[in-house]
């Protein structure tokens, strides 16, 4: 995973170890920062506009999420969440076919030994990841 996230500039889809894949239901995870609406409209131009459900955990809602949802429309349904993080977002995700979320801010190594939470995700998400 090391070397895949390190040589890889490009958008990719980590897909767990399971048989059956749909990509119907999306959930964009939204920390607020930048790159969640990058995430987004990258996915929105690779793979066309759609349904996608957005997570913000302990995060409030802002004028971004207003413009996005006037942007999408019915396609963008903002669900705000508060408690742990992690345990939220492992709870919510099993109601989804495909997760989307921006790349990790550090490298690897500092994500693992610090406990970030993106590689955390990385590691234990039960669906694929869409990662920009």
């Known amino acids: ?25 999306l959930l964009l ?6 790159n969640a609406n990058k995430t987004l409209f990258t996915f929105f131009y690779m793979f066309d506009e759609q349904k996608v ?29 508060e408690g ?5 977002i492992m709870i919510e995700s099993k109601n989804y076919d495909l997760v989307l979320m921006g790349d990790l801010r550090y490298t690897v ?8 939470l993106g590689i955390r995700l990385l590691e234990n998400l039960d669906v694929p990841i869409f990662i920009v």
């Not at 995870?29 to 930048?34: E, I, P, R, V």
């Not at 742990?84 to 939220?88: A, G, S, V």
Request: proline residues 3%.
């Open 29 to 34: 995870l939204d920390d607020g920062a930048y």
């Open 109 to 116: 190594m500092v994500e693992r030994i610090t406990g970030k």
């Open 53 to 81: 459900d957005v997570l913000r955990v302990n995060v409030e809602e802002d004028e971004s999420n207003q413009k996005l949802s006037e942007r999408f429309g019915d396609n963008y349904k903002l669900i705000l969440r």
């Open 1 to 25: 995973m090391k070397e895949l996230l390190e040589s890889i500039y490009k958008p990719i889809i980590v897909l767990p170890n399971r048989k059956d894949f749909k990509l119907d239901k």
């Open 84 to 88: 742990d993080t992690f345990k939220t």
